[in-house]
């Protein structure tokens, strides 16, 4: 079971967290297994199928090229982004790939790697199956996985929560727990955070991952805003980031600042890049990235005293909420559907910013209850498969979303008649009552009512 607010922001690379991230995490934890059971010599090719959400839209959210680039030891939290389209070439012209980068084999992507679109595997509808194969057909290791969100994956037989590593102070058990600890122990909801963060490592280190990842989210929208140009895949969707930047720039000069225009700007940049397959982070997973890091930069372009420690506040804050959704719910838009990517995201984001701006630890559950409350029944539904239509608006929609929910918040005295344990339960009974053509197999709404082109 994730127990830091770090696995919540994880860098990687888009579009995907559950059908990019994940998939090339999981092919190379395969390649990883074969190489220390002493099977990587033996291996004469692999045969990757994939079941459920992931066979349905997984050309779309290029986990075909996930796949490969994971065989071949790639990790996306660490890989170039330049270095992938090189890579993914040679294989296909070759049909070989080599394994952990050093082990050549046969590969015949049509043959070898199989979108099986009208099966599903039984522990989660992002399933995986991998099998190694000797020179003379016999099977050396067959191994089930499963990317459940955000870019985290589960082998098969593991799918039940196990305890963390390391005993944390204050157990993430649900909202009203924690509350309840703050009370018992004069905390901050963001002290507890950083207590549990400190049980994992030490607190100079917490406090530079977590600068670490705003440093990522920032230059992502610094790429964003820099790039130009049509997005990739047959929608042909024009970046609009760049330009949208340059009028707000040029509007501010003249001493007129909209801040939720820039509030959607933000957002626009961070989902851009992640459709074109670039750096960013999960919060919680890459098809809401950008509704986190818009709100961030509200607060530290907007808010009256923001600084590096109202930034610490809100990371520490909002990831946490991330952990119990996790825990209690799911991220996973193939589960949830996408109540459970921007939904969980603005209700994080309204969470963080509340506490960024010293709310109380009520008005911050009440922030985060708000946030959700308004996404419940929210699908996923990408045309094409692509995450761009509608994803990229819907984030600078929640991005919005979130701030206002902070401010409701923020203008009350904490007190609430929903809680957010019980939003987040409602969240979790609507998924599963959620029709499958509505939870990211592109099989309904605006994916089957708006003509690709």
Wanted: glycine content about 10%; hydrophobic content about 45%.
């Amino acid at each position: 079971m994730d127990s830091s607010v770090l696995d919540v922001f994880r860098p990687g690379v888009g579009p995907s967290s559950s059908h990019t991230m994940g998939p090339m995490v999981a092919a190379r934890l395969f390649a990883r297994r074969l190489d220390e059971e002493g099977l990587l010599p033996r291996t004469a090719t692999v045969f990757v199928r994939l079941y459920g959400s992931l066979a349905l839209t997984g050309h779309g959210h290029c986990t075909d090229r996930a796949v490969l680039l994971g065989l071949e030891g790639h990790d996306p939290a660490t890989i170039d982004p330049a270095a992938m389209e090189p890579t993914i070439a040679r294989v296909r012209a070759t049909s070989r790939i080599r394994l952990l980068g050093r082990h050549e084999i046969a590969f015949d992507e049509p043959m070898n790697l199989l979108f099986l679109r009208d099966q599903r595997l039984p522990g989660h509808s992002n399933g995986m199956r991998f099998a190694a194969v000797d020179e003379g057909g016999a099977v050396l290791i067959e191994e089930e996985m499963y990317s459940i969100g955000g870019g985290a994956v589960q082998r098969a037989g593991e799918e039940h929560a196990v305890a963390p590593a390391v005993a944390l102070p204050y157990p993430l058990e649900d909202a009203a727990a924690l509350l309840r600890s703050c009370r018992e122990h004069g905390l901050e909801l963001h002290e507890l955070a950083l207590a549990n963060e400190c049980a994992q490592r030490p607190q100079a280190e917490v406090e530079r991952l977590l600068d670490e990842r705003w440093r990522i989210m920032q230059a992502c929208v610094e790429r964003g805003f820099a790039a130009s140009g049509l997005l990739p895949g047959v929608l042909k969707v024009k970046r609009r980031a760049p330009k949208l930047h340059r009028v707000l720039e040029s509007e501010a000069a003249a001493g007129r600042k909209d801040p939720m225009e820039w509030v959607n700007a933000w957002a626009l940049a961070v989902n851009e890049e992640n459709a074109a397959g670039g750096r960013v982070v999960t919060a919680p997973t890459n098809g809401a990235a950008g509704i986190v890091p818009a709100v961030l930069h509200y607060y530290a372009r907007f808010c009256d005293g923001a600084d590096a420690a109202g930034v610490r506040r809100f990371l520490l804050t909002s990831g946490m909420i991330g952990l119990l959704y996790k825990r209690n719910a799911s991220i996973s838009g193939a589960e949830m559907g996408c109540q459970g990517e921007v939904g969980v995201a603005c209700s994080m984001a309204a969470a963080g910013l509340a506490a960024a701006l010293n709310g109380t630890n009520e008005q911050v559950e009440n922030a985060a209850e708000i946030g959700m409350e308004h996404n419940l029944g929210l699908t996923c539904d990408p045309i094409a498969g692509l995450v761009q239509i509608p994803c990229i608006e819907r984030n600078a929609m929640g991005a919005v979303k979130a701030i206002n929910a902070a401010k409701l918040a923020l203008r009350g005295d904490g007190s609430h008649k929903v809680s957010l344990d019980q939003v987040i339960a409602t969240m979790r009974q609507t998924g599963h009552d959620m029709a499958t053509i509505y939870k990211e197999t592109s099989q309904g709404g605006l994916a089957v009512n708006v003509p690709e082109c």
